[in-house]
């Protein structure tokens, strides 16, 4: 079984369209994430849920909104899509006795 | 906020030579230090953790190392294989906000 997953893992999409990331966690941990993976690899995290509240909203366009509809799932819905969009999203998870577990990623191609 | 530096930016060493990463951080209240690997198209896995009432900790041919008063911690690979191929990540944590540092490249030459 996969501990985090995330779909779909390649997304190659107009600009200006709307698209969503979904992540589900099997981990039972409390805490999510979504990260952006750039082309330089830098990771920068963009938000955290704990228990589906959310805790954390880094300097993100407000055309990024997260949704947590439970503590083992928490989506990613871009709207008005651009070109610098482009990069890799990671979704993560973690307990206070664990570290991060990643997903394996959703590739973003803006066109 | 958290402020993570990480460097060299890229390492390149020969097969069997040892590989040392070094990340400051800034937030004295950050008490978990993970090192992740992440292999070309995967995902970041982590691969050893230190917390902060530790300075030392071993696990086959990595280790990592933490000073608290001067707030950094390091990454030691020893013998180092091909398969080690990768870029490393480290990161700096305190109540499951994480933030990483920008990366080591790592190459391992045969």
């Known amino acids: 079984d996969t501990a985090v997953s995330q779909t779909p893992k390649y997304l190659v999409t107009q600009m200006g369209n709307d698209k969503s990331i979904k992540c589900e966690q099997n981990?039972?941990?409390?805490?999510m994430y979504w990260y952006k993976q750039d082309s330089k690899k830098f990771l920068k995290i963009m938000f955290s849920?704990?228990?589906?509240?959310?805790?954390i909203n880094e300097t993100v366009p407000n055309r990024f909104s997260p949704k947590s509809p439970d503590k083992a799932h928490l989506n990613l819905h871009i709207n008005s899509l651009e070109l610098g969009d482009s990069a890799v999203y990671f979704c993560?998870?973690?307990?206070?006795?664990?570290?991060?577990?990643f997903g394996s990623g959703t590739r973003l191609t803006v066109v | 906020g958290e402020n993570v530096e990480q460097h060299p930016s890229t390492l390149s060493v020969q097969e069997g030579d040892s590989a040392v990463i070094k990340c400051t951080y800034s937030?004295?209240?950050?008490?978990?230090f993970p090192w992740y690997k992440q292999e070309l198209g995967k995902r970041p896995q982590l691969i050893i953790d230190?917390?902060?009432?530790?300075g030392e900790k071993k696990d086959q041919r990595i280790a990592v190392t933490l000073n608290k008063t001067a707030k950094h911690f390091s990454l030691h690979i020893t013998e180092t294989q091909p398969e080690d191929s990768a870029v490393y990540f480290c990161?700096?944590?305190?109540?499951?906000?994480?933030?990483f540092g920008s990366g080591t490249k790592l190459n391992v030459k045969p």
């Open positions: 993560a998870s973690s307990s206070i006795r664990a570290g991060y577990t």
């Open positions: 981990l039972g941990h409390d805490t």
């Open positions: 849920y704990n228990n589906k509240e959310l805790i």
């Open positions: 937030d004295s209240a950050s008490n978990y």
């Open positions: 230190i917390r902060s009432n530790v």
């Open positions: 990161a700096g944590s305190h109540f499951n906000k994480f933030y």
